[in-house]
């Protein structure tokens, strides 16, 4: 329908991107097929309250309920080089919680969420957005990477330092992310 309506108001192939709601159990399990069900989809995104519902979990101070799913929504998505998008927090004064709930799913690999009050933005871009910091760490290390290469070098130090292969790929990672958001915020 989408390469339809596309074709129909002359607007290019592909214009349109699907990011599946993924807020059940049966989601959770089916994630790959999910994930490849179209190659317009661009990213998995988590409903919990739905999911909450249908396992009979609960919010508790340390979401253990959420790691689960979240978890495997990043890996299916990081493996299929896609967003992981993490769910709305439906306490939406609650900034200070906000930033506790948002900060967990960031360090799980969750690339953004969902807020449901422009009160949440501010928080969730803060959390979210790589910091000026470490966008001039992760440069350095791409420099001295590519530095390096040109001397032949076989092991790199920055900022006395070992870095690691797994380390330049964070590194170019969280730069192609800071590009990403600096992109959309240009649209």
Known sequence: QLSLIESQHGIPKHHFAIIPLIETP?????????????????GLLF?????????GGYHSDEEWALLYPRSKIVNVAKSLGILAIDTPFVDVKNLDKLSIFSSRAKSLGMDGMLVLSPSQVEVANRVYTPTMSEIDAANRIVEAKVEAQKQGLGVIIVGGEFVSPPTIKAAINLLDLYNRITHWSDK
């Open 47 to 55: 409903g919990c309250e739905d999911y909450l519902a249908e396992i």
């Open 26 to 42: 049966s989601a959770v399990e089916n994630l790959h097929a999910i994930a490849n069900a179209s190659s317009r989809i661009v």
